[in-house]
């Protein structure tokens, strides 16, 4: 690792002044420490966030509001988080392992970075690491890679699992920066990798997640994720789908759908969700909807089973979510 | 604002197993190196210093993490355990230790570490601890002899002796 300055904040402006000046922000570092060790990410300056006053989970209204410097442990044994969001915890749960659950912050979560083994091989082309330079993948080894959203020049998928639930709840964060402070959908911190598949995120310099609000509705307790994968626990997702479900008078009213492990960010399915609205909870609606998830699928050389078995995820996350009492 | 330049080292002290310790560090020494090198604390194991393997796992303020994500700068003020504060005495194994040994929950010994310390928080925080929680606990840990049975089995029952010992007290 190479040498940085460190910096504990006084305040939040402080923080952000730094940041917007070229620090990096780190808070469990669990992303951040691991890429620096192996010199794909070297920040010459790094801020220590976990001071500042963004923990906590509170709900106000319908709504939940989770501080971006809670932990993922924290937020999944949270008796508000079970009773309202079940799907947060569940998504949480499925994820990394206790003792990381316990360092994770959820604000790094959303901002991870991707699993793809040439990312992390500096000798291997890799656009997203450096600029120009290729994409080992596209001709190498993709069977975790994505097939939706993927461009020329980068196919890795986004690797949360709790982002998944968040595009799918609707949820919104906000950020506090330079310019003060704005509040935008989950779904919008994520850039489609275009050509410029270095630019991940949609937050200018400087700007600091604050808080993630996620709108409660009669959905919401009826939802389940569902992550696949090569074992059993502690691996991420070859294919997940969150999946939530307000079914009145036996037909279904509402629907929030979206999947991780096959996009190149977490990906709602708008198209399966229309097409739900209004059929009744069974199994021959669930596939007919699923079938649209797999639209404009650009599969790999390794990772064509993803094409079969995102519907199949899909059709099992709904009859899950349809269990729910 | 307090800047740590990168050329210096810099003071941090937290607690270490019960006692006060002091150290010089350079901003990008993980606790892991601290522990190991400076400090001289070998029973924290590292293994793939990428946070999977679980070798190096450590309690922060009561919680099982990762020492080798952790820089060391970051613990300031911090409570840290590691395995060397399990056994009460040099001569004597903890109860959860001794059931590893009584069961056969390790071979090489190179998890272990990492592997008591998870334990040792779970048992503390759910004394009721099933075989479930157990599992879910040690799916952060990877070992390459025991095939886990083993240490399920010593887990169960040093969770069983405990809460036995509680009983007997109350
Ligand atoms: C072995 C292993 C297995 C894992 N498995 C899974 C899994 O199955 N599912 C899953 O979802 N995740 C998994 N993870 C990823 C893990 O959840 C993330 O590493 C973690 O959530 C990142 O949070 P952090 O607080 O440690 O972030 P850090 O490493 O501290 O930061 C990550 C990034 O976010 C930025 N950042 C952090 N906080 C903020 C903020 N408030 N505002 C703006 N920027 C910020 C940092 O600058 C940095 O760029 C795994 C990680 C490991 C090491
Ligand atoms: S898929 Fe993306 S991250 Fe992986 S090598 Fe290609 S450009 Fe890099
Ligand atoms: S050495 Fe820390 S998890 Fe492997
Ligand atoms: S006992 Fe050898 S790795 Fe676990």
Redesign the pocket.
């Known amino acids: 690792m190479f040498p940085f300055t460190l910096e504990k904040p006084r305040s939040t402006e402080d923080a952000i002044a730094a940041?917007a000046s070229g620090a990096?922000?780190?808070?469990?570092?669990?992303?951040?420490?691991?890429l620096m060790r192996e010199q794909v990410?070297c920040p010459d300056r790094l801020i220590d966030?976990n001071s500042l006053p963004?923990g906590g989970i509170r709900v106000e209204g319908e709504d939940l509001v989770i501080g971006?410097?809670a932990?993922?442990a924290e937020v999944a044994a949270d008796p508000n988080v079970q009773r309202l969001q079940p799907l947060i915890a569940e998504?949480l749960i499925?994820?990394?392992?206790p003792q990381?659950?316990n360092?994770?912050?959820?604000?790094?979560?959303?901002?991870?970075?991707v699993r793809c083994p040439y990312f992390r091989m500096l000798d291997a082309g890799c656009n997203k690491r450096t600029p120009g330079s290729g994409c080992a993948a596209i001709d190498g080894l993709n069977s975790g890679h994505a097939i939706l959203g993927t461009s020329d020049h980068c196919v890795a998928t986004h690797?949360?699992?709790?982002?998944v639930a968040l595009v799918a709840l609707d949820a919104t964060m906000r950020?506090k920066g330079p310019q003060g402070e704005r509040s935008f959908p989950v779904e919008e911190l994520f850039r489609l990798p275009g050509d410029t598949p270095h630019l991940e995120h949609t937050?200018l310099p400087g700007?600091?997640?604050?808080e993630i609000r996620v709108p409660g509705g009669p959905h919401s307790r009826r939802a389940r994720y569902l992550k696949v994968r090569d074992r059993a626990s502690?691996?991420?997702?070859l294919v997940s789908a969150a999946a939530a479900l307000s079914i009145e008078d036996g037909v279904i009213r509402e629907v929030r759908l979206a999947v991780g492990g096959v996009g190149t960010r977490p990906w709602r399915l708008r198209d399966c969700e229309a097409a739900l609205v209004g059929t009744r909870p069974e199994r021959r609606a669930f596939e007919e909807a699923a079938q649209l998830a797999r639209q404009g699928a650009r599969p790999l050389r390794h990772n064509q089973f993803k094409v079969e078995l995102l519907p199949r995820t899909v059709v099992r996350a709904l009859a899950l979510a349809g269990e729910v009492a | 604002m307090p800047r740590m330049n990168a050329a210096r080292k810099h003071p941090v002290e937290f607690t270490l197993n019960g006692r006060t310790v002091r150290a010089e560090v350079e901003n990008r020494m993980l606790l892991s190196d601290l522990l190991r090198h400076e400090i001289g604390l070998t029973g924290t194991h590292v293994g793939c210093e990428?946070?999977?393997c679980g070798a190096c796992t450590v309690q922060i303020d009561g919680r099982p993490a990762?020492a080798c994500?952790t820089l060391a700068q970051q613990v300031r003020g911090s409570d840290v355990r590691t395995v060397e504060a399990l056994a009460p005495d040099p001569a004597v194994l903890s109860p959860l230790q001794a059931a590893f040994r009584r069961h056969h929950g390790l071979q090489c010994g190179f998890c272990t570490p990492g592997i008591l310390m998870s334990l040792d928080a779970l048992l503390r925080e759910r004394p009721d601890a099933d075989r479930e929680d157990i599992r879910e606990h040690l799916s952060g840990h990877l070992c390459r002899c025991t095939g886990y049975a083993t240490i399920v089995e010593a887990a169960l029952a040093a969770a069983e002796e405990q809460r036995k010992e509680e009983t007997t007290n109350a």
């Open positions: 940041a990096r922000f780190i808070a469990g570092g669990t992303t951040l420490i691991d990410e966030i963004f971006a410097l932990r993922m998504s499925e994820g990394a392992s990381l659950r360092m994770a912050s959820m604000g790094g979560n959303l901002l991870q970075r690797p949360s699992d709790v982002a950020v937050l700007e600091l997640i604050v502690y691996e991420f997702a | 990428h946070g999977v990762r994500l």
